[in-house]
Nanobody
Framework: VQLVESGGGLVQAGGSLRLSCAAS????????MGWYRQAPGKQRDLVAA????????NYADSVKGRFTISRDNAKNTMYLQMTSLKPEDTAVYYC??????????????WGQGTQVTVSS
């Protein structure tokens, strides 16, 4: 599975961005996808995750109510709509894919990342 992110950039605080992640290859093996982010000097943290049918989503507390994850299976594409952006949302955002089972996600494929910078 190959994952390619797009949509990152520079935005002012309070603004919005939409990230996209296009999957190709053996996409039939995917039943969960997610977004992680990593700020300089910090660990990579889960931002949001979604199951293949969109029936289950999970969000980090820091983005609940501001970010929305979705996917279009016909296009093999996942999205992250980010609103009310804050400077602390600045990070490299990574797309990931894997599996969801018994309430737990396991991710094993990663994109190259896209930079999101929020200015104050």
């Amino acid at each position: 599975v190959q994952l390619v992110e797009s949509g990152g950039g520079l935005v002012q605080a309070g603004g919005s961005l939409r990230l996209s992640c296009a999957a190709s290859g053996n996409t039939f093996s995917i039943n969960a996808m997610g977004w992680y982010r990593q700020a300089p000097g910090k660990q990579r943290d889960l931002v949001a995750a979604i199951t293949s049918n969109g029936g289950s989503t999970n969000y980090a507390d820091s983005v609940k109510g501001r970010f929305t994850i979705s996917r279009d299976n016909a296009k093999n594409t996942m999205y992250l709509q980010m609103t009310s952006l804050k400077p602390e949302d600045t990070a490299v955002y990574y797309c990931t894919s894997g599996h969801y089972s018994r309430g737990s996600y396991t991710f094993n494929n990663w994109g190259q990342g896209t930079q999101v910078t929020v200015s104050s």
